[in-house]
């Protein structure tokens, strides 16, 4: 059963769980299941090389789920980690 409140609403999910982008353990293959699950699923950007983000990124393409984001903690907008997001989905977080 969803839960309805304004953060559900905002990120368009149906439960109020959001995946912490725990360095490399918040991988793609948890970021699809937690966004599956009906949460939102957060690629962790910041503590890896950019290497690692760009296969991690290109295993959540295609993915129809949009329940789900990078994060770059920290990264200025121009770093090599925003410009992967950036060219991976279009934009950084």
Same mark, same amino acid.
């Given at each position: 059963?969803?839960?309805?409140?304004?953060?559900?609403?905002?990120?368009?999910?149906?439960?109020?769980?959001?995946?912490?982008?725990?360095?490399?353990?918040?991988?793609?293959?948890?970021?699809?299941?937690?966004?599956?699950?009906?949460? $939102?699923?957060?690629?962790?950007?910041?503590?890896?090389? @950019?290497?690692?983000?760009e296969?991690?990124?290109?295993?959540?393409?295609? $993915?129809?789920?949009r329940?789900?984001?990078?994060?770059?903690?920290?990264?200025?907008?121009?770093?090599?980690?925003?410009?992967?997001? @950036?060219?991976?989905?279009?934009?950084?977080?």
């Amino acid at each position: 059963m969803p839960i309805n409140t304004e953060l559900t609403a905002r990120l368009g999910i149906q439960h109020p769980i959001l995946l912490a982008p725990m360095d490399t353990i918040s991988g793609s293959r948890l970021v699809r299941a937690v966004s599956e699950a009906g949460g $939102f699923g957060i690629l962790g950007g910041g503590y890896g090389d @950019r290497t690692r983000l760009e296969t991690e990124t290109a295993k959540l393409k295609g $993915f129809a789920n949009r329940s789900a984001s990078a994060s770059s903690p920290g990264a200025s907008p121009s770093s090599p980690i925003c410009s992967t997001l @950036r060219s991976k989905r279009g934009r950084a977080r």
